[in-house]
């Protein structure tokens, strides 16, 4: 590689760190801290150097817009502790088999050569950052330096758990890799596939299909009495988040707490079918006549404890006239007990029914071309049942269809009642859509849960197809439901 072309990539990472600071000095406004008007001025400063340096290599023009970023993520740092070395070693030589080219110190330094600024050099030339997280890597100033230097530059940081540790601040609220509970080969290649630009990421599929489904193309067909009218949500790319101006010019006035919904990102999923309706008070009465809050098969433990502990037979509003009508949503349910509903279903049916993870939800809601609201990025409150309407309750499912619809013809994906998903508060993005939110470890415990959608109770911002909501899992309310996916689906 030449200076060019080193200088070139200084340059496009200059100018990513550069946005990302701005952007942070728009929400802070007149608040803004000093050190991040330092940070720009000094980030400023080096890109007028590097540019007058790139103007003087063989008469090349200054670079005045970012050129364009390879979206194949070809180098990865490696950040660690020499006490995990083996390790490391092992990493690095299956991620070159897997077409990534990491850098680590001890393969890349050479006699002579300034470390500091070598290693500085290697993280602007990086996509992704891997740290390994252990007892020593934790305690390490290095460390700790080299992954805060990347996220300030804007470095796709990727924790990778090695040995059991106390996680470091900042590194607590991302989703680490296993490597110490979990088998090796299979958490390596859900790295790999992480570490693949999202527009190109593609699950493998199973080596065999479910026995419930035929090997062709995914139609629907119900086979049991209690299943619902389920929608194919065909597998393709998407946009996960929100934009700014996108809102603003639909006159949605941003909110430092938006924050939560950004990066505004594109993300792939396969194949899987969702309700087209919330479930209803009909289809839950199923559950309940069935013995669905007797059989602890279909809770999770913490559920089943809160099940005993507050003797849960039945929603909380179950008995009230106003929330039990057949075709209104099922409201006063918690998450553990929607959780028990598709456990429950799953059985009966054969069929892997469960709760939508967020992006799945969102996906279903805002379309490939993720729009604001389900049918488009123009408020109209006649399309829904939200605060404006004045309703005061629930109202039938699809009561607002076709109008209402989304993309795919799902119907009361924005307001009606709010949506419990799968997904723990607060999954970071950009979102990791290899993560398998449907296992025993991740619906275990209590952590708090997130809810999509709004409700009859919401205005506008709140049924928004990106706002993200959460509550505890044993909450219930007047205005909680959900809503339920079958995946995966055999192509």
């Known amino acids: 590689m030449s200076r060019r072309d080193d200088v070139q990539r200084l340059i496009a990472n200059h100018q990513r760190r550069l946005q990302k600071l701005k952007e942070q000095q728009a929400i802070f406004g007149p608040h803004t801290p000093p050190y991040i008007s330092i940070e720009i001025e000094d980030t400023e400063a080096e890109l007028e150097r590097l540019q007058t340096e790139l103007a003087g290599l063989k008469g090349t023009p200054p670079v005045t817009e970012m050129p364009p970023v390879s979206p194949v993520a070809s180098q990865v740092f490696l950040a660690y502790s020499r006490r995990d070395l083996e390790f490391v070693q092992t990493l690095a030589a299956d991620l070159e088999r897997g077409g990534f080219a990491p850098w680590w110190d001890l393969s890349k330094l050479q006699g002579g050569q300034n470390w500091v600024r070598q290693i500085t050099a290697a993280l602007d030339e990086s996509r992704h950052c891997l740290v390994v997280l252990s007892p020593d890597s934790v305690k390490s100033d290095w460390v700790l330096e080299e992954y805060t230097y990347a996220r300030q530059i804007g470095v796709d940081i990727i924790p990778l758990l090695y040995r059991e540790c106390r996680l470091p601040l900042g590194l607590n609220t991302l989703h680490y890799f296993d490597f110490c509970r979990n088998e090796y080969a299979p958490t390596l290649s859900q790295l790999l596939l992480r570490l693949q630009p999202p527009e190109q990421r593609r699950p493998p599929a199973p080596l065999v299909p479910p026995s419930w489904v035929e090997a062709t193309s995914p139609i629907w067909t119900?086979?049991?009495?209690?299943?619902?009218?389920?929608?194919?949500?065909?597998?393709?790319?998407?946009?996960?988040?929100?934009?700014?101006?996108?809102?603003?010019?639909?006159?949605?006035?941003?909110?430092?707490?938006?924050?939560?919904?950004?990066?505004?990102?594109?993300?792939?999923?396969?194949?899987?079918?969702?309700?087209?309706?919330?479930?209803?008070?009909?289809?839950?009465?199923?559950?309940?006549?069935?013995?669905?809050?007797?059989?602890?098969?279909?809770?999770?433990?913490?559920?089943?404890?809160?099940?005993?502990?507050?003797?849960?037979?039945?929603?909380?509003?179950?008995?009230?006239?106003?929330?039990?009508?057949?075709?209104?949503?099922?409201?006063?349910?918690?998450?553990?007990?929607?959780?028990?509903?598709?456990?429950?279903?799953?059985?009966?049916?054969?069929?892997?029914?469960r709760l939508p993870g967020e992006a799945e939800w969102e996906k279903a809601a805002g379309g490939p071309d993720g729009r604001i609201w389900p049918w488009g990025n123009t408020w109209q409150p006649e399309r829904c049942n939200t605060r404006e309407k004045g309703s005061g309750r629930t109202t039938p499912v699809g009561q607002y269809s076709p109008q209402g619809d989304s993309k795919y013809g799902l119907a009361d994906m924005a307001g009606n009642v709010w949506e419990w998903c799968a997904t723990r508060w607060l999954k970071s993005y950009p979102y990791d859509v290899t993560e398998n939110e449907w296992t025993g470890d991740y619906l275990a415990g209590d952590a708090s849960r997130m809810l999509r959608g709004g409700s009859w109770f919401d205005v506008p911002r709140f049924a928004r197809v990106s706002y993200r909501n959460s509550y505890h899992p044993d909450d219930f309310g007047y205005d909680f439901g959900f809503r339920i996916i079958v995946a995966p689906v055999w192509p």
Request: proline share 8%.
């Open 222 to 353: 119900k086979r049991h009495p209690a299943e619902p009218d389920m929608v194919l949500i065909p597998a393709g790319e998407f946009w996960l988040g929100s934009d700014r101006r996108q809102l603003e010019k639909a006159g949605v006035a941003w909110e430092d707490w938006m924050e939560r919904e950004t990066p505004r990102h594109q993300l792939y999923l396969p194949d899987y079918f969702m309700a087209r309706y919330p479930v209803t008070n009909a289809a839950y009465g199923r559950f309940i006549r069935d013995g669905g809050y007797n059989q602890p098969e279909f809770w999770t433990q913490t559920g089943w404890q809160r099940r005993e502990e507050e003797k849960w037979t039945q929603p909380r509003l179950w008995a009230d006239e106003k929330w039990n009508q057949p075709d209104c949503p099922v409201v006063g349910v918690s998450w553990y007990e929607a959780v028990a509903y598709c456990g429950w279903l799953a059985r009966i049916t054969s069929r892997p029914y």
